[in-house]
């Protein structure tokens, strides 16, 4: 099953602060590979990056997840890459928590070149999305997220 990557830029402005965040990172020579661009699982660690710093800032860390029984587990990443970054360049990881029903949480990302210079609306780097299930984290089975994370993140109603 493909999951759809949603606009991640008109979702921005249309989300709540709970249910987005952002951080800037700046290339360094350990995110390279052999061809002297950022490695693609370097992309991949940004988007867990920013999503952990996510739950973080609203309070729902794993150890406040493991106190209230549920524990996001990713079940399903897709990245389209666009451009390469490169050493020194200044990549905006944007997250926005995109749905959340049942077991099921899914967070669109989108990478974008924000270094001086660049065009308006910066460069296009990368999208991604991950399908998360969340799980009981004594037994490892699917569980529904419990209302209090809901609500941290903006899905109460």
């Given at each position: 099953?493909?999951?759809?990557?949603?606009?991640?830029?008109?979702?921005w402005?249309?989300?709540?602060?709970?249910?987005?965040h952002e951080?800037?990172?700046?290339?360094?020579?350990?995110?390279l590979?052999?061809?002297h661009?950022?490695?693609?699982?370097?992309?991949?660690?940004?988007?867990?990056?920013?999503?952990?710093?996510?739950?973080?800032r609203?309070g729902?860390?794993?150890?406040?997840l493991?106190?209230?029984g549920?524990?996001?587990v990713?079940?399903?990443?897709i990245?389209?890459?666009?451009?390469?970054?490169?050493?020194?360049?200044?990549?905006?990881?944007?997250?926005?928590?995109?749905?959340?029903?049942?077991?099921?949480?899914?967070?669109?990302?989108?990478?974008?070149?924000v270094?001086p210079g660049?065009?308006?609306?910066?460069v296009?780097?990368?999208e991604?999305?991950?399908e998360?299930?969340?799980?009981?984290?004594?037994s490892?089975?699917p569980?529904?997220a419990?209302a209090p994370?809901s609500?941290?993140?903006?899905?109460?109603?």
């Amino acid at each position: 099953m493909k999951l759809r990557i949603p606009d991640a830029d008109v979702l921005w402005a249309d989300l709540p602060d709970t249910r987005r965040h952002e951080r800037t990172v700046t290339v360094q020579p350990g995110d390279l590979d052999d061809l002297h661009h950022v490695n693609n699982t370097v992309y991949l660690a940004w988007c867990e990056q920013v999503a952990r710093e996510h739950a973080l800032r609203l309070g729902m860390g794993t150890d406040a997840l493991t106190a209230l029984g549920a524990v996001p587990v990713a079940r399903q990443h897709i990245i389209t890459y666009h451009r390469p970054a490169l050493l020194g360049d200044q990549v905006r990881v944007r997250t926005a928590l995109t749905l959340h029903a049942g077991v099921r949480s899914v967070r669109a990302y989108a990478l974008d070149r924000v270094n001086p210079g660049d065009p308006e609306g910066d460069v296009r780097l990368a999208e991604c999305q991950t399908e998360w299930v969340w799980v009981d984290p004594q037994s490892g089975r699917p569980k529904r997220a419990p209302a209090p994370v809901s609500a941290a993140f903006g899905f109460d109603g």
